[in-house]
């Protein structure tokens, strides 16, 4: 019987400008494939990655596209303290993605068995 892994990923960086929480995403992705369960918690910047109805250019990275495939078999919270300091609300968000806290992401890195940030 294979055990499966718990991995927390923590993304601080905006969706566009760097490449952080592309990569983020890319390795959510990664471990999901690889059976691990993953969440994912947006912070800082970063909550902007889970805003509804992103469009990029074609032939470019879409990081609305990484988070709707991490949703279908991970869970990601975006932390409320930073998406109201951004003047986001719970609507703008993605399904899947939910509103967090520090709370939540404390309890999902004492349950991981693997913490990334990014």
Same mark, same amino acid.
């Given at each position: 019987?294979?055990?499966?892994? =718990?991995?927390? &990923? =923590?993304?601080?960086?905006?969706?566009?400008? !760097? /490449? +952080?929480? #592309?990569?983020?995403?890319?390795?959510? &992705?990664?471990?999901?494939?690889?059976?691990?369960?993953?969440?994912?918690?947006?912070?800082?910047? !970063?909550? #902007?990655?889970?805003?509804?109805?992103?469009? $990029?250019? /074609?032939?470019? #990275?879409? =990081? @609305? +596209?990484? =988070?709707? @495939?991490?949703? $279908?078999? @991970?869970?990601?919270? !975006?932390?409320?303290?930073?998406?109201?300091? +951004?003047?986001? !609300?719970?609507? /703008?968000?993605?399904?899947?993605?939910?509103?967090?806290s520090?709370? /939540?992401?404390?309890?999902? &890195?004492? $349950?991981s068995?693997?913490?990334?940030?990014?």
């Amino acid at each position: 019987m294979k055990n499966i892994s =718990i991995v927390t &990923i =923590i993304l601080n960086d905006a969706p566009y400008g !760097s /490449e +952080r929480s #592309y990569n983020g995403l890319r390795s959510a &992705i990664a471990l999901q494939k690889q059976d691990a369960q993953v969440n994912v918690f947006l912070m800082a910047d !970063s909550v #902007y990655c889970a805003l509804k109805d992103q469009t $990029t250019p /074609e032939g470019y #990275y879409n =990081i @609305g +596209r990484m =988070i709707r @495939g991490v949703t $279908t078999r @991970g869970k990601i919270g !975006s932390c409320g303290a930073c998406m109201d300091a +951004r003047g986001l !609300s719970n609507l /703008e968000l993605m399904k899947g993605v939910h509103r967090s806290s520090m709370a /939540e992401l404390a309890n999902w &890195i004492l $349950t991981s068995d693997k913490v990334i940030t990014f």
